[in-house]
């Protein structure tokens, strides 16, 4: 079965610290995404990449990096967290045209 | 770029009954594809019922059914015979072959079943 896996369901982090949130999918997806969901925005998307070492960004990039060495792994990163990056953070992979597949998400907290 | 729309933040329906959640879209493509995903509390967003837009027959999955109205650029899903795991945000989204392989959401529309 399709499987996406984000590293953390909860993360509390305190602001200046440097975040990594990690995920993985095992379906060998060309195109990765992640995105933040906040209440009453729907998902806005950060990054994406649709290969390895390719990345594009989305409509929020401010304040994010992404690295993705491996078609199976795309990281997140907080380069210096804020609080107002406190959401949640969903990856999804994808192969071209088709469905999404979601992680869990992670719960970020910025304190 | 496209542009989704969902008008309705918040949805409830009694449960056993037909509940219907608005979506429209924007696009200039003749060819895209539309999705609609639920997220239940706290849990993992799944893909609910996808709609090519060359096809002219609306989807169905089960208790899920679209209406596409290609002209009107309308994306609707109803539910029939709720239930109360019905109960979850909904998202309608959209992609492309012209889209670098992005998707775009709506914002959400939070439906509740009432026992």
């Known amino acids: 079965d399709v499987k996406v896996t984000q590293s953390s369901r909860y993360l509390v982090k305190r602001t200046g610290e440097k975040v990594f949130l990690e995920c993985v999918q095992d379906m060998d997806h060309e195109n990765m995404f992640w995105y933040r969901q906040d209440p009453g925005l729907g998902l806005r998307l950060i990054y994406f990449s649709y290969d390895v070492k390719m990345k594009e960004k989305g409509d929020i990039p401010e304040g994010y990096s992404v690295s993705r060495e491996k078609k199976e792994r795309f990281s997140l990163i907080l380069e210096s967290a804020s609080t107002n990056q406190t959401s949640m953070y969903l990856c999804?992979?994808?192969?071209?045209?088709?469905?999404?597949?979601f992680g869990d998400g992670t719960r970020l907290s910025i304190l | 770029a496209q542009t989704v729309t969902q008008s309705q933040p918040e949805m409830s329906v009694q449960e056993a009954e037909t509940v219907t959640l608005s979506c429209t879209y924007d696009?200039?493509?003749?060819?895209?594809?539309l999705f609609w995903y639920k997220q239940p509390p706290s849990r993992q967003m799944i893909l609910v019922i996808r709609?090519?837009?060359?096809?002219?027959q609306n989807a169905t999955e089960n208790r899920f059914s679209v209406n596409f109205q290609k002209a009107a650029k309308s994306f609707s899903l109803k539910i029939s015979d709720s239930q109360l795991g019905d109960a979850a945000m909904y998202f309608c989204?959209?992609?492309?072959?012209?889209?670098?392989?992005?998707?775009?959401f709506g914002t959400g529309t939070s439906l509740t079943v009432i026992p």
């Open positions: 999804a992979s994808s192969r071209q045209y088709q469905p999404q597949h």
């Open positions: 709609q090519e837009a060359y096809k002219q």
């Open positions: 696009t200039s493509e003749s060819d895209y594809y």
């Open positions: 989204a959209s992609t492309g072959p012209n889209t670098g392989n992005q998707f775009y």
